[in-house]
């Protein structure tokens, strides 16, 4: 995997959660660098997941339909701009 487009890193894990992942990984046939695969996979959606939830608070107090309005006027505008640089 080492390319020099990739950073080592050293994680300490529960025995454990090394034994389950492992297994998980073996079960599935995954080779050498499916761990590295596995991990960089996990932490991808995590970061995903807290930002989704992060974006979810700041908006728990608009009213229902709200985003829904603030995402079709944002739209409409991103669209507006883009036929006005095409046209």
Do not use: H, N, Y
Request: no cysteine; glycine share 10%; aromatic share 6%.
């Amino acid at each position: 995997m080492p390319d020099g487009s990739t950073t080592r890193w050293t994680v300490s894990v529960s025995k454990d959660t090394d034994t389950s992942v492992r297994r998980f990984l073996d079960q599935r046939g995954m080779k050498k660098g499916s761990l590295s695969k596995f991990i960089e996979d996990a932490v991808k959606w995590r970061v995903f997941d807290q930002t989704i939830a992060e974006a979810r608070g700041k908006f728990a107090d608009v009213p229902e339909g709200g985003v829904e309005a603030l995402l079709g006027e944002a739209v409409a505008a991103a669209r507006q701009q883009a036929a006005a640089k095409a046209g």
